[in-house]
C-alpha cells in the first residue's frame, strides 16, 4: 500500500497562484507515475494532471492546459502542482494518485491510478 499524502491547498482569490505538493515515504516513488485530480461539490472526479515516472512525459487535463504545471523530485520523493490564474471553477478538492509504471507514459483515467491520497481543499473567490 503506498501512502500519499497532499498538502498546499487552501484559499485564494481569482488570479493568484498556489503550489500543491504530495509526498510518500515509499522508497519505489521513482517507479510510480503520478497524477493529480479534483472534485468539485456535486461533480464527478475530473482528471488534471499527469506525469511519468520520469517526469519527461507530462499530460493536462483540457481545463488546466497552459496554466497548471505539474512537475517531480524523486530524490524527495514529491510530486507538485503549480497553478497560476486561478479561477473559481478551479475550486475542488485536490487528489494526488499514484500507479506503478516503468513505462515513459504520463496516465489520464482515474482507473488507471492505484493509490490515492486524502486531498486537499482549493477555493478560489472573486
Known amino acids: 500500500q503506498v501512502q500519499l499524502v497532499e498538502s498546499g491547498g487552501g484559499s485564494v482569490q481569482a488570479g493568484g497562484s498556489l503550489t500543491l505538493s504530495c509526498v510518500t515515504p515509499e522508497r519505489t516513488f521513482g517507479t510510480y507515475a503520478m497524477g493529480w485530480f479534483r472534485q468539485a461539490p456535486g461533480k464527478e472526479r475530473e482528471f488534471v494532471a499527469g506525469i511519468s515516472w520520469t517526469g519527461g512525459s507530462t499530460y493536462y487535463g483540457d481545463s488546466v492546459l497552459g496554466r497548471f504545471t505539474i512537475s517531480r523530485d524523486n530524490g524527495k520523493n514529491m510530486v507538485y502542482l503549480l497553478m497560476n490564474n486561478l479561477q473559481s471553477e478551479d475550486t475542488a478538492v485536490y487528489y494526488c494518485?499514484?500507479?506503478?509504471?516503468?513505462?515513459?507514459?504520463?496516465?489520464?483515467?482515474?482507473?488507471?491510478?492505484?493509490?490515492w491520497g486524502p486531498g486537499t481543499q482549493v477555493t478560489v473567490s472573486t
Open positions: 494518485a499514484a500507479k506503478y509504471s516503468t513505462s515513459h507514459v504520463a496516465y489520464r483515467r482515474e482507473t488507471e491510478y492505484q493509490y
